[in-house]
């Protein structure tokens, strides 16, 4: 569904006058102060059910190629709410284990004793203040170009335009947002929030249950 059909879908719930077209909620001389106030609370449901699972529909696989002495790197295409799931050394099919921050400095001293070669370990170690993405960075120091592919979790910036297309499943986000706008107005005593809140609990976890089942085995828990 678009931003648009989102909002409007709210709007209905809340028997309010729709949106007919606009190109973006918070410039558009269509949308009242009302219209934009559900479009917040779309993005904030939208936030919310993105972070509740690592949904299929949201992964991505960027490959990041080392070079010479270059130890951190940018991993194309996320954000600061993006997860990592995963990440493997493509020529040998390693795959590259988390590792803390305090590990990572410990693997950089003494300087003589500092490892080259293909990395076994990653770490988070920052947010890029120009790209927003996420910068990683190996505990072996590469020593040649190889290919890391990592798989990771993308969520969706806030939506400011009509077309931007929602990914997740969107009766969680209608529900959670409706039960937010409910609250808002404060007129119900709490008992139609509460209700459309339980509503919006079980849509997610259904959603939740369904896109599971898409991804085997990666809620099972396995003894050690």
Same mark, same amino acid.
């Given at each position: 569904?678009?931003?648009?059909?989102?909002?409007?879908?709210?709007?209905?719930?809340?028997?309010?006058?729709?949106? @007919?077209?606009?190109?973006?909620?918070?410039?558009?001389?269509?949308?009242?102060?009302?219209?934009?106030? *559900?479009?917040?609370?779309?993005?904030?449901?939208?936030?919310?059910?993105?972070?509740?699972?690592?949904?299929? *529909?949201?992964?991505?696989?960027?490959?990041?190629?080392?070079?010479?002495?270059?130890?951190?790197?940018?991993?194309?295409?996320?954000?600061?709410?993006?997860?990592?799931?995963?990440?493997?050394?493509?020529?040998?099919?390693? $795959?590259?284990?988390?590792?803390? /921050?305090?590990?990572?400095?410990?693997?950089?001293?003494?300087?003589?004793? *500092?490892?080259?070669?293909?990395?076994?370990?990653?770490?988070?170690?920052?947010?890029?203040?120009?790209?927003?993405?996420?910068?990683?960075?190996?505990?072996?120091?590469?020593? @040649?170009?190889?290919?890391?592919?990592?798989?990771?979790?993308?969520?969706?910036?806030?939506?400011?335009?009509?077309?931007?297309?929602?990914?997740?499943?969107?009766?969680?986000? $209608?529900?959670? @947002?409706?039960?937010?706008?409910?609250?808002?107005?404060?007129?119900?005593?709490?008992?139609?929030?509460?209700?459309?809140?339980?509503?919006?609990?079980?849509?997610?976890?259904?959603?939740?249950?369904?896109?599971?089942?898409?991804? *085997?085995?990666?809620? /099972?828990?396995?003894?050690?």
């Amino acid at each position: 569904m678009t931003y648009l059909n989102l909002i409007n879908a709210v709007l209905r719930r809340l028997r309010e006058d729709s949106v @007919a077209s606009w190109s973006g909620v918070f410039t558009a001389s269509s949308a009242s102060d009302y219209h934009k106030l *559900v479009g917040d609370l779309i993005n904030e449901s939208k936030r919310e059910v993105e972070d509740a699972w690592n949904w299929s *529909v949201l992964r991505a696989s960027p490959t990041v190629t080392t070079s010479n002495g270059t130890q951190a790197y940018d991993l194309t295409g996320t954000n600061e709410r993006s997860r990592i799931l995963m990440a493997q050394e493509q020529s040998n099919g390693t $795959i590259l284990q988390e590792m803390s /921050d305090r590990y990572l400095q410990f693997t950089k001293y003494p300087t003589a004793s *500092v490892q080259y070669g293909i990395p076994d370990y990653y770490s988070v170690v920052s947010i890029d203040s120009g790209t927003n993405e996420i910068i990683v960075e190996f505990d072996t120091i590469p020593d @040649a170009a190889y290919n890391i592919t990592f798989r990771v979790v993308n969520p969706q910036d806030d939506f400011t335009l009509a077309s931007d297309t929602l990914k997740v499943p969107h009766m969680p986000v $209608i529900l959670g @947002a409706w039960a937010r706008a409910i609250a808002e107005r404060g007129e119900d005593g709490g008992s139609l929030s509460d209700m459309v809140f339980a509503q919006y609990q079980q849509a997610l976890g259904d959603a939740i249950a369904i896109d599971a089942g898409r991804t *085997v085995g990666e809620v /099972d828990f396995y003894a050690c």
